[in-house]
């Protein structure tokens, strides 16, 4: 009995500067955003965002490569501005969102793209959809500690999809050639992170 408490001492003692390297921070949704922009009828943009989203990252101090990032947003809270187009956004033309209540990304490779630089490779799931994505992500940010204690950091995330790949085929051809809105689908995500405890 003594030998195995001795051992699993000793595993403990071993595992604890592997566990130190790792601090998982929660995405705060009042500090963040998730948006999108699209082209529409070939002349300009239009820009929306999610207002329910939640999600964890969890980062490797010694080796930020070995860090891991796994986000899950509401697609029912889809935001436009405009109330009409909105709710065509959550049919089953666009989002489904009876059907598909939510899009998840979760990474599976994190690589140095420089200073302060980072490229994110997960899988994207949207629209029963699943296709991987790499995010182009700046930061983290230097951790700051905020006036009731708690260490935060940000990062900010862009990157580009094709909504066809995800099934959402939905559109209406323009009179004058083109259509009344584009297969892209521009992405950027600012986040700021609340470190647990």
């Keep these: 009995m003594k030998k195995l408490i001795t051992l699993f001492t000793a595993v403990f003692a071993l595992s604890l500067p592997v566990m130190a390297l790792a601090s998982t921070w929660k ?3 009042d500090h963040s ?3 999108f922009k699209v082209r529409h009828l ?3 943009n239009v820009k929306g965002s999610f207002e329910k989203f939640s999600g964890s990252v969890e980062i490797n101090e010694k080796d930020i490569t070995k860090s891991h990032v796994s986000v899950s947003i509401d697609t029912a809270s889809v935001n436009t501005n405009v109330q ?3 709710g065509h956004l959550k049919s089953a033309d666009f989002f489904d969102v009876a059907k598909y209540p939510t899009m998840t990304f979760v990474s599976k490779k994190v690589v140095s793209a420089g200073k302060d630089r980072l490229k994110v ?5 949207l629209h029963g959809v ?3 994505v790499v995010l182009d992500v700046e930061g ?3 951790e700051s500690k905020d006036p009731w204690g708690n260490y935060r950091s940000g990062v900010v995330a862009t990157t580009k999809i094709n909504r066809k790949d995800f099934g959402l085929l939905y559109n209406a051809a323009l009179e004058t050639g083109g259509v009344a809105v584009g297969e892209e689908v521009a992405i950027t995500l600012e986040i700021e992170m609340i470190k647990g405890k």
């Design 84 to 86: 009409k187009r909105d």
């Design 42 to 44: 070939m002349v300009s």
């Design 121 to 125: 490779t997960g899988d994207l799931s």
């Design 130 to 132: 699943t296709r991987e």
């Design 140 to 142: 983290p940010a230097v």
């Design 33 to 35: 955003n998730v948006g």
């Design 27 to 29: 995405i705060d949704p």
